[in-house]
C-alpha cells in the first residue's frame, strides 16, 4: 500500500515537472528571441545613423591609399584622394557630391571633411562640410547645392541654391544667401567678406566630367 501511494505521488508529480520544463524552455525561447530583435534594431540604428556612401570615380582616384575601381562602396571616414585630372562622385540617399582633382576628402557620417581641393555637394537633408577651422551648414529645410574650394590658407564658398551658415573658429555665425560667396581665411577668427556676386566658373582644382 505504501509503495502504491508512493509511485502515485511521483505519478502526480510528472506533470508539474514537464510543465515547469516548458516554461523553462519558452522563457529561453523569448530571451533569445527579444535578444535578436535588439540586435537587429540597433543595426538599424547604425546603418540610419551612418549613411552608405558609393563613390564613382573618373581618373585616378584613391581610397585609404589603395587605387579605386570604377565604383565603390565607401564607409564613413575613409579617405578619398583625387589625382590631377580625376574627379570623384560620392552618392548617398538625399545627397551627391561632386569631388574635384587634387582633393582630399572623406565622408564622416552625415558631415563631408575636406583638407584640400573642392567640391560641390547638393544635398536635401543638410549635409555639412568641414573645413580647415570653418564649417559649412545647409540652414532651413536642410536643402542646398554649394561649392567649397581650398587654395593656400584660404577657403570659398559659393551658395548656388539655399542659405548656407558659416561658422568661425570663434563660434560666430554668419548666414550666405543664394548667390553669395564667401573668401575665409585660416588666420581669421571671424569672417570679414561676403561677396553677393556669385562665381560665374567653379574652381580651378574643380574638373567636372
Known amino acids: 500500500m505504501a509503495l502504491k501511494c508512493h509511485c502515485m505521488a511521483l505519478v502526480g508529480m510528472l506533470p508539474y515537472g514537464n510543465v ?4 523553462m524552455k519558452r522563457t529561453r525561447v523569448t530571451v533569445i528571441s527579444s535578444a535578436v530583435v535588439s540586435f537587429f534594431f540597433a ?14 570615380t573618373d581618373g585616378s582616384v584613391r581610397v585609404n591609399g589603395v587605387p579605386a575601381p570604377r565604383m565603390i562602396a565607401i564607409s ?3 579617405v578619398i584622394e583625387t589625382a590631377s585630372g580625376a574627379s570623384g562622385k560620392i552618392s548617398a540617399p538625399g545627397t551627391s557630391i561632386l ?8 565622408a564622416v557620417g552625415n558631415q563631408l571633411v575636406v583638407n584640400s581641393g573642392s567640391a560641390v555637394v547638393s544635398t536635401t537633408n ?3 562640410t568641414q573645413l580647415p577651422q570653418y564649417s559649412v551648414t545647409p540652414a532651413g529645410s536642410g536643402a542646398a547645392k554649394y561649392q567649397v574650394a581650398i587654395q593656400g590658407s584660404s577657403s570659398s564658398v559659393v551658395s548656388s541654391v539655399g542659405q548656407l551658415k558659416i561658422t568661425s573658429p570663434a563660434g560666430s555665425a554668419t548666414n ?10 585660416s588666420g581669421q577668427s571671424s569672417i570679414s567678406s561676403v561677396s553677393g556676386t556669385l562665381g560665374s566658373a567653379p574652381p580651378t582644382s574643380f574638373v567636372q566630367s
Not at 20 to 23: F, G, L, P
Open 43 to 56: 543595426l538599424t540604428l547604425v546603418a540610419q545613423i551612418q549613411p552608405s556612401y558609393v563613390l564613382i
Open 99 to 106: 569631388v574635384g582633382q587634387n582633393s582630399h576628402v572623406s
Open 76 to 78: 564613413s571616414g575613409d
Open 176 to 185: 550666405l544667401a543664394t548667390g553669395q560667396t564667401v573668401v575665409l581665411s
Open 126 to 128: 543638410g549635409i555639412s
Open 20 to 23: 515547469a520544463r516548458s516554461k
